[in-house]
């Protein structure tokens, strides 16, 4: 009974520095925005200080029991990749996460996995292109791969046909995430270290929650390659390269995705 009365209080005094830590990194963020708005810190500056203290919180969220403020922390570093300039839009997503982060670590009680969905699709997307160009879709998209130089490409074929794309390079951090905020569609390099793409959706496929996500395999391979014998029925091959463009419409159109 002892030992139990104070792991409970070692797990509360955990999470109460971890909430005072998290609110002097947000306001570290937050002055950094001003700083900015004042003249007063450049922009690359406040873009160094903003992807660093989101790295931070990727890390700290779920370790002291704040797995929303990981997943954000996460839809922030999306964001922010490849970002170089801070313009209004820019500014005002990011104060956006913040608010969102702030909001989360405040609660008495972290939210549920239905709410924690919500607050997660609801969090801005950074399109590398006008958006007026292309029929925005309310389709979320997670791609699996370590690798990236396929992540550039096929995220942002993914999203140039409207598609929300979430980009995860740690297949065993994927399952934590799709648990958590199951995605429209997961896609998987079929070769990666630790967790092959194949052991990664038989793994989702026989959980629950996850079970009737359309998924697919990425891979280099041809069609006739015996390795895609194992491929679980219903499971879509996607290849890349000059077949990418026809294997992932007919993928969309096969699950429906519009």
């Known amino acids: 009974m002892t030992r139990s009365a104070s792991t409970e209080d070692l797990e509360d005094r955990l999470r109460v520095e971890f909430v005072d830590d998290a609110r002097d990194r947000l306001q570290v963020m937050y002055d950094a925005l001003d700083g900015l708005a004042k003249g007063e810190r450049s922009e690359v500056s406040v873009i160094g200080v903003i992807r660093l203290e989101t790295h931070n919180f990727k890390g700290m969220g779920t370790s002291f029991g704040f797995p929303t403020v990981s997943l954000i922390a996460h839809r922030l570093e999306d964001y922010l990749n490849g970002l170089t300039r801070l313009g209004e839009r820019e500014i005002s997503d990011i104060q956006t996460f913040l608010d969102r982060t702030s909001q989360v670590v405040d609660r008495a009680e972290q939210p549920a996995l239905a709410e924690t969905n919500q ?140």
């Open 119 to 258: 607050i997660i699709r609801a969090l801005p997307v950074r399109y590398r292109f006008e958006v007026t160009d292309v029929d925005i879709r309310d389709v979320e998209i997670m791609l699996v791969t370590p690798s990236k130089v396929v992540a550039k490409k096929v995220g942002g074929e993914l999203a140039a046909c409207g598609f929300r794309t979430v980009t995860v390079s740690d297949p065993i951090e994927s399952i934590s995430i799709a648990v958590r905020v199951p995605p429209d569609m997961l896609i998987a390099s079929l070769v990666m270290d630790g967790l092959s793409g194949l052991d990664l959706i038989r793994g989702l496929r026989a959980m629950s929650i996850t079970k009737d996500v359309p998924m697919a395999l990425l891979t280099s391979m041809s069609l006739d390659n015996p390795a895609l014998k194992e491929i679980p029925q219903g499971v879509a091959v996607i290849r890349v390269g000059e077949h990418f463009g026809e294997d992932f419409a007919g993928a969309v159109t096969r699950f429906n995705l519009g």
